[in-house]
Nanobody, 121 residues
Framework: QVQVVESGGGLVQPGGSLRLSCAASGSIFKVYAMGWYRQAPGKQRELVAAITSGGSTNYADSVKGRFTISRDNAKNTMYLQMNSPKPEDTAVYYC???????????????WGQGTQVTVSS
């Protein structure tokens, strides 16, 4: 059994900063690629940023230079540092993780329940 839980969402002013966290727990053998996705009302879920277990990253063009993704492999935790957020960044942010778990070691995709981020003055 594997759980993925996001935290850190809330209300932030434009130009401020916010940090999201995502922790994977349970019968984990290894966490592979992890990513942050978001879904605004009436829109499709989109990739915000992703990071491999080796630390390689990629970002959506809309957040490049403002958001930073990172991870702590020892803690099976991923972060999203959101600097200078804009109102258009308002969305529910979801964590995704590829996890191999005991006893089968098969790799499955796991999603968190989402955390609301609202950017408004």
């Amino acid at each position: 059994q594997v759980q993925v839980v996001e935290s850190g969402g809330g209300l932030v002013q434009p130009g401020g900063s916010l940090r999201l966290s995502c922790a994977a727990s349970g019968s984990i053998f290894k966490v592979y690629a992890m990513g942050w996705y978001r879904q605004a009302p009436g829109k499709q879920r989109e990739l915000v940023a992703a990071i491999t277990s080796g630390g390689s990253t990629n970002y959506a063009d809309s957040v490049k230079g403002r958001f930073t993704i990172s991870r702590d492999n020892a803690k099976n935790t991923m972060y999203l540092q959101m600097n200078s957020p804009k109102p258009e960044d308002t969305a529910v942010y979801y964590c995704n993780a590829g996890v191999a778990s005991y006893p089968t070691l098969h790799v499955y995709d796991y999603w968190g329940q989402g955390t609301q981020v609202t950017v408004s003055s």
